[in-house]
């Protein structure tokens, strides 16, 4: 969540800055919340925009998530005036995951199919029909009620149909493990991603605070793992702009050069000149 405070130039002695700064070391006692004051932008770039927002990509989501962890962290202890650093990509979404006994299913003649459609059915909201009642159409929806799925442990006490039509308790054939997972799977350019992003303070220029977490995550990551970098938001536009002043120039060079070229009609006297 964002709350913006705002007041007017005239009645505050403290500029916005030196608030930031002291709710900044107020927030952090607060413990059980992680909270990021910042200076809202004053013209068009958003109220989460960050001048250093660095895409960490890979294959795998957990390791990823580790990557991006380890490099916001050091980030935060190695670059001078860098604070607000942290990672988008969360793992801490309650998850359950059901791991078959392949061998015992089989010998008691349940399939995965119907393991799975046992699951789905009790537990997943699945529309299996409607029904008609004076021209309005209602879903038939089949599941436990919610006193028989509101616990891991209730998983373990349904039943499933297996050999000669036998309910078999899947307790019998199935183990449940309580993990976390992403709450979402971050994308950019179509790769798996992490965004790292921090806020500057006066100690750092955007340019060296780029360079420096670029390096750090040159560090961090492994070589030839598929894992790479680049930027996004504001710092993407950082060099951006660098390359369009730097072709601007160049093209500035190029005009000088063909209007001196036709001036002295001569190719070689405006390289001297």
Request: aromatic share 6%; proline share 4%.
């Amino acid at each position: 969540e964002g709350i913006v405070i705002g007041t007017l130039r005239d009645g505050r002695d403290r500029s916005t800055g030196e608030v930031v700064a002291e709710l900044r070391e107020s927030l952090w006692d607060v413990t059980g919340i992680q909270a990021f004051p910042s200076e809202f932008p004053s013209l068009g770039r958003g109220f989460r925009s960050a001048p250093v927002s660095l895409v960490v990509q890979g294959p795998d989501l957990t390791a990823l998530a580790g990557y991006a962890d380890e490099i916001a962290r050091r980030a935060e202890q190695e670059i001078p005036g860098l604070f607000n650093v942290r990672s988008d990509l969360l793992l801490n979404k309650p998850q359950l995951d059901v791991e078959i006994d392949r061998n015992r299913a089989s010998d008691l003649g349940v399939g995965v199919r119907e393991l799975a459609t046992t699951l789905q059915l009790l537990l997943g909201e699945d529309d299996v029909s409607t029904f008609k009642i004076d021209g309005q159409t209602y879903d038939v929806i089949v599941q436990l009620e919610r006193d028989a799925r509101s616990t891991p442990g209730d998983i373990p006490l349904l039943y499933v149909h297996g050999r000669d039509g036998a309910l078999i308790p899947l307790s019998s054939v199935v183990s449940i493990r309580e993990t976390t997972a992403a709450r979402g799977v971050p994308h950019y350019d179509r790769l798996r991603s992490a965004i790292v992003t921090a806020n500057l303070g006066g100690e750092t220029s955007q340019g060296d605070a780029l360079e420096r977490i670029e390096a750090i995550a040159a560090e961090v990551l492994p070589a030839g793992g598929g894992y790479g970098t680049t930027f996004s938001g504001e710092s993407e536009q950082f060099y951006e702009a660098g390359q369009a002043i730097l072709f601007a120039y160049l093209l500035a060079i190029l005009l000088i050069y063909l209007v001196l070229a036709a001036q002295f009609e001569s190719w070689l006297h405006p390289v001297t000149i």
